[in-house]
């Protein structure tokens, strides 16, 4: 499948984030015309995209999805939305669940909203493989029951309902892309990988929550290059779609596979506090990519120790912007 945009009209929500940024980059380098509607700040930061070497040819918008009037106007004119923003972070969930309703939920609505009211030609939607809960089968193919043990993955499923309603209401062309646990360069120490990487670059000690429930971890150029062939292949409109690795390792393997990685002898100590509630807790995931590969002619290009090398590189280089000694929620 020919990944060509050049010219194309692209709004990426969420384009300061980690995600974000990566797939706002890839599309200036497809000849893409991007917009990148970043979440308003009283600092002004791009995120992610402020020291971007494509800084220059991006056209940065500053809004918010929970707002309905400034996501409209950002989509004036655009062919495709890729629709990232939102809150992902679990633990605060448990937290704040109403700004997971807000941001994720009426923020998704509100695109959905002006994507029909403008007529743009294909939303991209970013689900989550949180949505599964723990793996009823495996490998998890996209009819698997949706089950909700965090308040985040109850606002995601309610957020690809939505998708799914309106392209079966209105005919919006949407595609839902469903990544299972995205890592690499400039993800946020709220998620695992970043976890580990990040104290055991700093020390020797490695502190985790459960260390058995397994995951199906896909570098992010890999979903990177799913969303862009999700938003071209005509097959995929009014589809959900997964994007996994095939391969599940659990978090103690894990923490370990990543200290070879790095060169460190590590000890691991469990943290209670980094532990979730016991029936939020997600045991097992592991994908069936075999949709991806059949609608959107994908596969992961970079396995998991490719993958890993590559991050703690980057972290190498960038631990001074995180905060190694401290619990994100």
Same mark, same amino acid.
């Given at each position: 499948m ?7 009209r692209?709004l990426v ?5 980690f995600?974000?940024s990566?797939l ?12 990148? =509607? ?5 600092l002004? !930061?791009?995120g ?6 494509f800084?220059?040819?991006?056209q940065?918008?500053?809004g918010d999805i ?7 106007r950002?989509?004036?004119g655009?062919?495709i939305v =890729? ?8 633990p605060?969930s448990y ?7 807000r941001?994720?939920v009426?923020?998704?609505l509100n695109v959905?909203?002006a994507?029909r009211?403008v ?7 970013t689900?989550t493989?949180?949505v ?5 089968y ?6 698997h ?9 109850a606002?995601?499923i ?6 799914e309603a ?7 062309p ?12 400039r993800? !946020?120490?709220?998620?695992i990988?970043?976890?580990?990487v ?5 020390g020797?000690v490695?502190h985790?929550g ?11 150029d890999?979903?990177?290059?799913g969303?862009?062939?999700a ?8 589809r959900?779609?997964n994007?996994?690795?095939g391969?599940e ?6 923490a370990a596979l990543i ?5 460190k002898s ?9 532990e979730?509630?016991s029936r939020s807790e997600?045991d097992?995931l592991l994908?069936?990519s !075999?949709?991806a590969?059949?609608l ?14 590559g991050?703690?590189?980057? =972290? ?7 905060r ?6």
């Amino acid at each position: 499948m020919e990944l060509d945009f050049t010219g194309k009209r692209v709004l990426v929500t969420g384009a300061g984030g980690f995600i974000g940024s990566h797939l706002a980059e890839r599309l200036v380098g497809l000849g893409a015309d991007v917009r990148a =509607f970043i979440h308003y700040n009283a600092l002004g !930061s791009w995120g992610w995209l402020e020291q971007s070497a494509f800084g220059e040819q991006l056209q940065v918008v500053m809004g918010d999805i929970c707002d309905r009037d400034s996501i409209r106007r950002a989509m004036e004119g655009v062919e495709i939305v =890729f629709h990232l923003a939102a809150l992902i972070a679990i633990p605060y969930s448990y937290q704040t669940p109403t700004s997971y309703v807000r941001s994720n939920v009426e923020g998704t609505l509100n695109v959905l909203q002006a994507a029909r009211e403008v007529g743009v030609q294909r939303v991209v939607h970013t689900s989550t493989s949180e949505v599964y809960g723990t793996a009823r089968y495996v490998p998890i193919d996209e009819a698997h029951p949706l089950q909700a043990q965090s308040p985040y993955a109850a606002s995601k499923i309610a957020a690809d309902k939505f998708a799914e309603a309106f392209h079966l209401s209105f005919d919006l062309p949407v595609v839902t892309v469903r990544p299972f646990n995205t890592f690499g360069p400039r993800q !946020s120490a709220r998620a695992i990988i970043p976890t580990i990487v990040t104290q055991c670059l700093a020390g020797d000690v490695v502190h985790l929550g459960n260390l058995s429930p397994t995951r199906d971890f896909n570098y992010v150029d890999n979903t990177v290059d799913g969303f862009l062939r999700a938003a071209v292949a005509p097959e995929a409109v009014g589809r959900t779609v997964n994007l996994g690795s095939g391969r599940e390792i659990s978090i103690g393997d894990l923490a370990a596979l990543i200290g070879g990685l790095a060169g460190k002898s590590i000890r691991i100590e469990t943290d209670p506090e980094r532990e979730r509630p016991s029936r939020s807790e997600v045991d097992r995931l592991l994908a069936d990519s !075999s949709l991806a590969r059949s609608l959107l002619e994908w596969s992961p290009a970079v396995d998991l120790e490719g993958g890993l090398e590559g991050t703690i590189g980057w =972290f190498r280089q960038h631990l001074g912007r995180y905060r190694t000694g401290t619990y994100s929620v």
